[in-house]
């Protein structure tokens, strides 16, 4: 089922909320990740958010899944919509699946 066009945009709200606050909350040793995929159910009581890191996805899934309800706290703080969904988080291992990919690639040319 397609999104809507209101839904998109209160996914990019939410992915760029969050960004700033997971780069307060999370602590610095878990080094770079990002968020990928932000995807709010169409009541808005759920959303799924993506993260990448190329350190420990594990531990830093471990982390935030420690700290989410400081983060929606503070989404709820500065979201401009009536309800903020629930967060949970998940990783993307698609950068991980590509360069899978890309290695059996290279190893298939090499024979």
């Not at 420990?56 to 919509?81: I, Q």
């Not at 903020?84 to 890309?102: G, N, Q, V």
């Given at each position: 089922m397609e999104k809507s066009r209101r839904i998109e945009k209160?996914?990019?709200?939410?992915?760029?909320?969050?960004?700033?606050?997971?780069?307060e909350v999370i602590d610095k040793t878990f080094g770079v990740f990002s968020i990928t995929i932000v995807d709010t159910s169409p009541d808005m009581h759920h959303c799924k958010v993506f993260v990448s890191s190329f350190s420990d996805p594990a531990k830093l899934l471990e982390e935030l899944d420690s700290k989410k309800h400081t983060v929606n706290k503070k989404?709820?703080?500065?979201?401009?919509?009536?309800?903020?969904?629930?967060?949970?988080?998940?990783?993307?291992?698609?950068?991980?699946?590509?360069?899978?990919?890309?290695?059996?690639?290279d190893e298939s040319k090499r024979k």
């Amino acid at each position: 089922m397609e999104k809507s066009r209101r839904i998109e945009k209160i996914n990019e709200q939410i992915k760029t909320i969050l960004s700033s606050i997971l780069h307060e909350v999370i602590d610095k040793t878990f080094g770079v990740f990002s968020i990928t995929i932000v995807d709010t159910s169409p009541d808005m009581h759920h959303c799924k958010v993506f993260v990448s890191s190329f350190s420990d996805p594990a531990k830093l899934l471990e982390e935030l899944d420690s700290k989410k309800h400081t983060v929606n706290k503070k989404l709820a703080s500065k979201m401009t919509t009536k309800f903020t969904p629930k967060i949970r988080f998940y990783l993307d291992d698609s950068i991980e699946y590509a360069d899978k990919i890309s290695r059996l690639i290279d190893e298939s040319k090499r024979k």
